[in-house]
């Protein structure tokens, strides 16, 4: 007899049927705004311009497409190798390799405004203006839903340091980018910081409709063999299940903090479990990253299994699961 | 719920599929091992030079690991089968030598670009290094299928690191070996015999896969000798499938500039001469060419000539 469960670490679904029919149950969530189908996005980066994973499935069964940060200038990004396995995750050093903004709103918007996905743009910069101009040329575009602003970049203007560590370099940038934005601005920050929730405010003051929590964590591994670290940056970011239970403390804490911002909960969702987890932390809607390496139909198998299991315990819309926790 | 025969993904040819499939053979090769398993699905649409992702249930183990598809047989009697061959060194692949006969894999595939097939009558030199000869088995046999003439050169460091000599011998016009120690055939690199090979051989064109500084130190040979040559490249693979930017090459563009190209999806078979090896990073590697070459090779056509290119 094969062994299934070798193969598939998906949580087995093990509730006794005394639901409704699935048809009966509602996906869709309102997230600052922007009405979703359901609540399944893509994590940035992890997706790329979501014609690749349109191969293997439509793309736009997906309640949002969350595109790769994009930058002014098309970058070429980092020295391979750009990736090391790690317990339960992977560091990675990609260095925002993208086309440029140009070069994107000619060739990938198009393709996802045609297949009518619905589009969160990822942007990035080196500096709070490079953040402004892209955030500009965004403006008007159809397909375009919100704005996802990755504070995970180093600040040219300020000896190198990330954005994302600074609440006030934070703010500035949020500030600049919802001046432009026609669309929700969700500032997406990062859990290596002191405390999330300071970060969270300044953000929202400075204009954000709504978060994404969280990004990679930095991490660094090293061959014990060579000595050589495994990653050409040294420095990676850590991201899948290994950085789970640290993404939804910080949705928890900050839906507590802030409970009217709408959360995107990211970090390490696998299975329908994990988004509910993440629904129960407070989150809004959840980006899946990681797991979309380690299977393709990720996104679209969490749509359709999201429904049963709310249908088998008898739930009929997600959002009645959000923030609750018991005590 | 998984189970067996599962597959998931479009049903037009050309698309890649994910599929639990059932392990049909598992044996030795040499210092490798060779898994058999069977799809219709992935072995259908396969072609030489394309790549399988297989899950892996090691502890820790996140990410799938890539394997180039050594052999399809797409007329199973009950199920055709795809081969791949591997060296068990890590976690992944020790893994994979744990499967019993009737045990599940989690594939997905074929991934990757193929080797393009030359449009034009040449004789053709197929160049594998340790276990990246496995693919060109399966190159060989489409070449033969075209009624092409395929001769090959397999090195290895030993000879128990020499994939399936008999096999080699059986299916190409003439085979050969180069090991490190000299345990087999002519002792030293494949690109020590590649020019002779060629000259006897009236090579046209030149395909190689194997560790990357091989690939490089062919790939220079072949530039000196005017002989096109297509290389599949091993670059570590996050996704396998295009999304996460972690496969990169740097390849030279017809503008003359280089660019990161991602060599699960626009590889992993290259134009040998388009990639910039001096920015990877095996450029400290020793460079094992340093002799002239004193004669030109009898065949001489033009990439356009060869693969339709503008
Ligand atoms: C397109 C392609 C085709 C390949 N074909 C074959 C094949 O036919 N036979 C074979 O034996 N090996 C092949 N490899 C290499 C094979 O994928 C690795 O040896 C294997 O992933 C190692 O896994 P591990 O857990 O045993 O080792 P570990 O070294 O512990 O792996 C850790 C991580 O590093 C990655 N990694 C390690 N070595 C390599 C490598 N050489 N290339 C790419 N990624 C690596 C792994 O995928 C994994 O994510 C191929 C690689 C690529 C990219
Ligand atoms: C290969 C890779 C590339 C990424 N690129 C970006 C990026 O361009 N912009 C961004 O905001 N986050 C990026 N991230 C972070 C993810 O969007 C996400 O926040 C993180 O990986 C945690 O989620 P996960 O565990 O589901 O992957 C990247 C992550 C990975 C693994
Ligand atoms: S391995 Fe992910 S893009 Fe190539």
Redesign the pocket.
Same mark, same amino acid.
């Given at each position: 007899m094969p062994d299934v469960r070798r193969i598939d670490p998906n949580v087995v679904d093990t509730a006794r049927d005394t639901g409704i029919p699935v048809d009966d149950v509602e996906l869709a969530v309102e997230l600052a705004g922007i009405a979703l189908d359901n609540p399944i996005t893509t994590?940035?980066?992890?997706f790329a311009s979501g014609a690749e994973i349109d191969r293997f499935y439509d793309v736009t069964e997906l309640g949002a497409v969350v595109v790769?940060?994009i930058t002014l200038e098309p970058r070429e990004g980092l020295p391979t190798p750009r990736?090391a396995e790690t317990p339960s995750g992977?560091l &990675?050093a990609?260095g925002?390799q993208n086309p440029g903004i140009d070069a994107w709103l000619e060739r990938d918007l198009p393709w996802l405004q045609g297949r009518g996905a619905k589009v969160i743009a990822?942007l990035?910069g080196k500096s709070v203006e490079e953040y402004r101009e892209v955030a500009r040329r965004l403006r008007g575009r159809g397909a375009v839903v919100g704005l996802?602003v &990755?504070l995970?970049c180093p600040n040219v203007e300020h000896r190198g340091l990330v954005f994302a560590c600074s609440p006030d370099q934070s703010a500035q940038v949020v500030a600049a980018v919802a001046e432009e934005a026609d669309v929700p601005v969700f500032a997406?920050l990062t859990s290596d910081v002191t405390d999330i929730v300071t970060v969270a405010r300044s953000v929202t003051d400075a204009g954000a409709d709504g978060l994404t929590l969280? &990004?990679?964590l930095l991490g660094m591994s090293i061959d014990p063999e060579t000595g050589r670290p495994r990653l050409s940056n040294v420095y990676g *970011?850590l991201? *899948?299940p290994a950085?789970r239970p640290v993404a939804v403390r910080n949705v928890h804490q900050v839906a507590t903090a802030l409970p009217d911002v709408p959360i995107i909960g990211? *970090? *390490?969702?696998r299975t329908v479990a994990d988004v509910v987890e993440f629904t129960r932390a407070g989150a809004t809607a959840v980006?899946?990253?990681?797991?979309t390496f380690v299977d393709p139909f990720v996104g679209q198998t969490l749509v359709a299994e999201l429904r049963s299991w709310l249908a088998r315990r008898g739930i009929r819309t997600i959002t009645e699961l959000r923030g609750k926790v018991v005590a | 719920m998984m189970r067996r025969g599962f597959v998931q993904g479009r049903s037009e040819a050309d698309t890649p599929v994910r599929a639990i499939c059932e392990v049909m053979a598992r044996r030795r090769e040499g210092a490798y091992w060779q898994l058999s398993f069977s799809s219709p699905e992935i072995a259908d649409r396969a072609r030489p030079g394309q790549f399988v992702e297989i899950a892996v249930g090691s502890p820790g183990a996140l990410l799938r690991r890539p394997f180039s598809i050594a052999r399809v047989s797409r007329q199973g009697a009950f199920a055709s089968t795809v081969d791949v061959v591997f060296d068990a060194h890590g976690p992944g692949t020790e893994w994979l030598t744990s499967l019993d006969v009737h045990d599940l894999v989690d594939v997905v595939g074929p991934l990757g670009t193929a080797f393009p097939l030359p449009q034009r009558k040449v004789s053709c030199l197929l160049i594998g290094g340790g276990y990246g000869a496995a693919p060109m088995y399966f190159l060989a046999d489409e070449l033969a299928r075209q009624g092409l003439r395929a001769d090959m050169i397999i090195g290895a460091a030993s000879q128990e690191r020499i994939l399936s000599a008999i096999e080699a011998k059986r299916i190409s016009a003439s085979v050969t070996f180069t090991t490190e120690d000299g345990t087999l055939g002519e002792r030293g690199r494949v690109t020590d015999v590649l020019e002779d090979v060629a000259r006897s051989c009236r090579t046209g064109v030149v395909y190689a896969c194997g560790p990357n500084p091989m690939l490089r130190a062919v790939s220079e040979r072949c530039r000196e000798l005017e002989l096109p040559v297509q290389v599949a490249v091993e670059e570590h693979m996050?996704c396998g499938v295009g999304v996460?930017?972690?496969c990169v090459m740097p390849v030279r563009a017809k503008d003359g500039r280089v660019r990161m190209k991602r060599s699960c999806i626009e590889g992993p078979v290259f134009n040998g001469a388009r990639i910039a090896w001096d920015e990877t990073r095996w450029r400290n590697e020793p460079d094992v060419l340093d002799d002239e070459p004193d004669e030109q090779p009898v065949q001489r056509l033009t990439d356009a000539e060869l693969w339709g290119e503008g």
């Amino acid at each position: 007899m094969p062994d299934v469960r070798r193969i598939d670490p998906n949580v087995v679904d093990t509730a006794r049927d005394t639901g409704i029919p699935v048809d009966d149950v509602e996906l869709a969530v309102e997230l600052a705004g922007i009405a979703l189908d359901n609540p399944i996005t893509t994590a940035s980066g992890c997706f790329a311009s979501g014609a690749e994973i349109d191969r293997f499935y439509d793309v736009t069964e997906l309640g949002a497409v969350v595109v790769k940060s994009i930058t002014l200038e098309p970058r070429e990004g980092l020295p391979t190798p750009r990736m090391a396995e790690t317990p339960s995750g992977m560091l &990675n050093a990609i260095g925002l390799q993208n086309p440029g903004i140009d070069a994107w709103l000619e060739r990938d918007l198009p393709w996802l405004q045609g297949r009518g996905a619905k589009v969160i743009a990822s942007l990035a910069g080196k500096s709070v203006e490079e953040y402004r101009e892209v955030a500009r040329r965004l403006r008007g575009r159809g397909a375009v839903v919100g704005l996802e602003v &990755n504070l995970s970049c180093p600040n040219v203007e300020h000896r190198g340091l990330v954005f994302a560590c600074s609440p006030d370099q934070s703010a500035q940038v949020v500030a600049a980018v919802a001046e432009e934005a026609d669309v929700p601005v969700f500032a997406k920050l990062t859990s290596d910081v002191t405390d999330i929730v300071t970060v969270a405010r300044s953000v929202t003051d400075a204009g954000a409709d709504g978060l994404t929590l969280i &990004n990679t964590l930095l991490g660094m591994s090293i061959d014990p063999e060579t000595g050589r670290p495994r990653l050409s940056n040294v420095y990676g *970011g850590l991201s *899948g299940p290994a950085i789970r239970p640290v993404a939804v403390r910080n949705v928890h804490q900050v839906a507590t903090a802030l409970p009217d911002v709408p959360i995107i909960g990211c *970090g *390490g969702v696998r299975t329908v479990a994990d988004v509910v987890e993440f629904t129960r932390a407070g989150a809004t809607a959840v980006a899946v990253g990681t797991s979309t390496f380690v299977d393709p139909f990720v996104g679209q198998t969490l749509v359709a299994e999201l429904r049963s299991w709310l249908a088998r315990r008898g739930i009929r819309t997600i959002t009645e699961l959000r923030g609750k926790v018991v005590a | 719920m998984m189970r067996r025969g599962f597959v998931q993904g479009r049903s037009e040819a050309d698309t890649p599929v994910r599929a639990i499939c059932e392990v049909m053979a598992r044996r030795r090769e040499g210092a490798y091992w060779q898994l058999s398993f069977s799809s219709p699905e992935i072995a259908d649409r396969a072609r030489p030079g394309q790549f399988v992702e297989i899950a892996v249930g090691s502890p820790g183990a996140l990410l799938r690991r890539p394997f180039s598809i050594a052999r399809v047989s797409r007329q199973g009697a009950f199920a055709s089968t795809v081969d791949v061959v591997f060296d068990a060194h890590g976690p992944g692949t020790e893994w994979l030598t744990s499967l019993d006969v009737h045990d599940l894999v989690d594939v997905v595939g074929p991934l990757g670009t193929a080797f393009p097939l030359p449009q034009r009558k040449v004789s053709c030199l197929l160049i594998g290094g340790g276990y990246g000869a496995a693919p060109m088995y399966f190159l060989a046999d489409e070449l033969a299928r075209q009624g092409l003439r395929a001769d090959m050169i397999i090195g290895a460091a030993s000879q128990e690191r020499i994939l399936s000599a008999i096999e080699a011998k059986r299916i190409s016009a003439s085979v050969t070996f180069t090991t490190e120690d000299g345990t087999l055939g002519e002792r030293g690199r494949v690109t020590d015999v590649l020019e002779d090979v060629a000259r006897s051989c009236r090579t046209g064109v030149v395909y190689a896969c194997g560790p990357n500084p091989m690939l490089r130190a062919v790939s220079e040979r072949c530039r000196e000798l005017e002989l096109p040559v297509q290389v599949a490249v091993e670059e570590h693979m996050a996704c396998g499938v295009g999304v996460c930017f972690t496969c990169v090459m740097p390849v030279r563009a017809k503008d003359g500039r280089v660019r990161m190209k991602r060599s699960c999806i626009e590889g992993p078979v290259f134009n040998g001469a388009r990639i910039a090896w001096d920015e990877t990073r095996w450029r400290n590697e020793p460079d094992v060419l340093d002799d002239e070459p004193d004669e030109q090779p009898v065949q001489r056509l033009t990439d356009a000539e060869l693969w339709g290119e503008g």
